[in-house]
């Protein structure tokens, strides 16, 4: 056991310093009477109190990514991030929308009210020893941070801690509310918060999500949206040899809608993306299956291609159904508008990036980033150096698809952003492995704070700067939304799936707790785990 005495007065005695500063940089004006230089000043401010919190930001992060956890089944990482806030003054209303894991926490009063989100949710068979450049499990097959969204939540905690403390000392109105993605990798929930209302009330949203680049974008035409549909199929089992003309295989018809779908592939847009896996594919060779179900995600780049997308599969599914003289059902498990992202609040946000600038890469976080490239088969570069740049929105047209997240969905109510800070390391797979390796590292340590501390910057500007506002609705309303209109993608009786992954956990929970971080014991995770940074072939 190791007690870090000095680091510890350290940190307290920056803390209390850079509370001072905080305290000290408004005396003589109020939020709304500003002047540009003394915006400056209180921005350089909170920038010193979220570099106070370095070494929250480092327990935080290291703690979240140790848990590991699957889509709707984050329960340790939800007790600790709503520990953490309710041990800072926020209110906790959990259990929204019907979801065990999901939660709204709310501290302040008054307009504007400014909501942050990230998600949480971890990719199975992504456990990965961190500072490791190659391939080597904390346990073999277990879930973990193969994307690194243990890291999103404490861009946003940390950032509102900041700012929460400098509204107090100025005595400004203002609600901070900040809630989980849970199941992002499902795209399972974010339409279910807006079908319930918990956007109905907020004036912004900052997002944020992992990347190995700093930045920000405006407009839509990026990614694709897409609805989640599960397929069951029902027949009538028999013995396979005995009696098979008595069966009627539900498998048969789940192989015949596969078939029938990539078919039909050849004829379908560039711009889509069409993938699934058999989830129930029948219990043992010799009983034809009575029940087998096969799990689509349709993805397009807007809501009429998405539905036609979707119709299309309806058509497979009954297609399949009379070849195989079976019955279906559908069940939605999730779904994503394409994201629409405010100009105005972008714009302000690209300015404070720029006020930040990148991390800077000790030759050991270079080293681990060129040796994971290199194992993985990529040009090993190192890492991001320079700010991305603040670009126009691609031509809608021209967009040949891509990933998903439900934040689309938040967009179409709510001015909204994605702040991508960098926390990993460029040229990865996504889901996958390699994309754990830096996410419990300096590397993800570095990124985490600087994006906190842009986030805090971007969280100052909508609670106290009002022309902005007005110019995020303006484009809101007289841009985005002018010809264009949210229509869910849920029907009246979906439900979120929250017994996805239950099954996955419940193997594995027991041998992941006894990797869960103590830092109470180690400085840090790679402490614990006696790695030493980094660990290169």
Not at 192 to 219: C, I, P
Not at 381 to 391: H, M, V
């Amino acid at each position: 056991m190791k007690i870090h005495k000095n680091s510890t007065c350290r940190r307290v005695v920056s803390t209390l310093c850079g509370l001072s500063l905080l305290a000290a940089t408004m005396l003589s004006a109020t939020a709304a009477e500003m002047s540009k230089s003394q915006r400056l000043k209180v921005k350089k401010a909170l920038v010193e109190a979220v570099q106070s919190k370095a070494k929250q930001v480092q327990v935080m992060n290291d703690m979240i990514f140790s848990f590991g956890e699957l889509g709707f089944q984050e329960f340790e990482t939800s007790a600790y991030l709503t520990k953490v806030l309710k041990q800072n003054g926020f209110s906790i209303e959990s259990g929204i929308s019907g979801i065990p894991t999901a939660w709204m926490a709310s501290w302040g009063e008054g307009e504007p009210v400014i909501a942050l989100g990230s998600d949480i949710d971890g990719i199975p068979k992504a456990s990965q020893k961190p500072g490791v450049a190659y391939h080597d499990p904390l346990i073999e097959g277990a879930p973990g941070h193969g994307e690194g969204h243990n890291s999103g939540q404490v861009v946003n905690i940390i950032a509102a801690l900041a700012v929460k403390e400098y509204l107090q000392a100025h005595g400004l109105k203002g609600t901070i509310k900040i809630w989980p993605g849970v199941a992002e990798e499902q795209l399972g929930t974010k339409a279910y918060y807006v079908r319930d209302g918990y956007f109905k009330d907020v004036d912004a949203v900052l997002f944020s999500h992992v990347a190995n680049e700093f930045g920000t974008s405006w407009g839509g035409g990026r990614g694709n949206g897409l609805v989640s549909v599960q397929y069951n199929f029902f027949g009538e089992s028999a013995h396979s040899a005995g009696a098979p003309w008595r069966g009627r295989s539900a498998l048969d018809a789940v192989e015949l809608m596969d078939i029938g779908m990539n078919y039909r592939r050849e004829h379908l847009r560039l711009s889509q993306r069409t993938h699934s896996i058999i989830v129930d594919g029948g219990d043992q060779p010799n009983v034809v299956p009575s029940k087998a179900s096969i799990w689509y995600f349709f993805r397009e780049t807007d809501y009429p291609h998405i539905k036609e997308l979707w119709d299309i599969g309806d058509k497979m599914a009954e297609g399949a159904s009379l070849m195989s003289n079976t019955t279906w059902s559908s069940t939605v498990l999730g779904s994503a508008w394409p994201g629409h992202f405010n100009k105005a609040i972008a714009e302000d946000a690209y300015e404070n990036i720029k006020l930040i600038g990148m991390p800077k890469w000790s030759d050991n976080d270079i080293a681990l980033a060129k040796a994971l490239q290199t194992e993985i088969g990529v040009e090993p570069e190192g890492l991001n150096t320079k700010i991305k740049e603040l670009s126009d929105p691609p031509d809608p047209e021209k967009n040949t698809g891509g990933g998903s997240d439900d934040i689309g969905d938040i967009s179409w109510q709510v001015p909204t952003i994605t702040l991508r800070y960098p926390a990993n390391i460029p040229n990865l797979p996504g889901h996958n492995w390699s994309n754990s390796v830096a996410m419990a590292t300096p590397i993800a340590h570095k990124g985490v704070l600087a994006g906190a501390k842009a986030q805090a910057l971007n969280l100052f500007d909508l609670l106290t700067d009002k022309s902005l506002m007005k110019a995020a609705q303006i484009y809101y309303t007289e841009v985005q939304t002018k010809g264009a209109k949210y229509t869910p993608l849920l029907r009246e009786d979906d439900s979120p799936a929250i017994h996805l992954n239950k099954q996955i956990m419940a193997t594995y929970k027991s041998q992941m707790e006894k990797f869960y971080y103590d830092p109470d014991k180690y400085d840090t995770y790679l402490e614990q785990l006696g790695i030493t940074y980094p660990t290169v072939k």
